[in-house]
């Protein structure tokens, strides 16, 4: 499973943040590792709702996309506001080896799970070798 890293969209990222000007979607951590037959990907989504995660796959791609609304309490006077609103985007190239029809997802404490399986022609699995003396005496003997 690849995932892609451009310096330049992670340091317009962090300005964006830190100046209060980013636009478009948010970036979203997460952690991906091998777990036997399936891969783990773990994303930080806290304050999310939920219902506002979409996670869809078109060929290849995965996308999985959510929106945290800003707070909206009338009347008071914000002191601090860091907490990033709006929508936030991550795509991963999944490759040939996952099992895209039991890819599955769940929330949890602030964390999104989605499991992907390995595709089984994509699983480690062992070549016979077969003596040519034993094909030549099987090919006789019927």
């Known amino acids: 499973m690849a995932m892609t890293f451009d310096p330049f969209a992670e ?15 948010k970036f979203m951590p ?18 999310l709702d939920p219902g506002s995660v979409d996670i869809d796959i078109d060929g290849q791609l995965l996308s999985i996309r959510a929106r945290r609304t800003a707070d909206s309490r009338d009347g008071v006077s914000w002191i601090a506001r860091e907490r990033p609103f709006g929508s936030y985007l991550r795509q991963f190239n ?7 029809e ?17 595709s089984e022609r994509a699983k480690p699995r062992k070549i016979e070798v077969q003596n040519s003396n ?3 005496q099987s090919v006789t003997a019927g």
């Open 11 to 25: 340091l317009d990222r962090l300005t964006g943040s830190l100046l209060g000007t980013q636009q478009g979607p």
């Open 30 to 47: 997460v952690d991906l590792y091998r777990d036997g037959d399936r891969y783990v990907l773990n994303a930080d989504m806290p304050g």
């Open 94 to 100: 999944l490759g040939e080896g996952i099992d895209a």
């Open 102 to 118: 039991n890819i599955s997802a769940h929330y949890d404490n602030g964390v999104l799970s989605v499991l992907l399986p390995v």
């Open 134 to 136: 034993q094909q030549q």
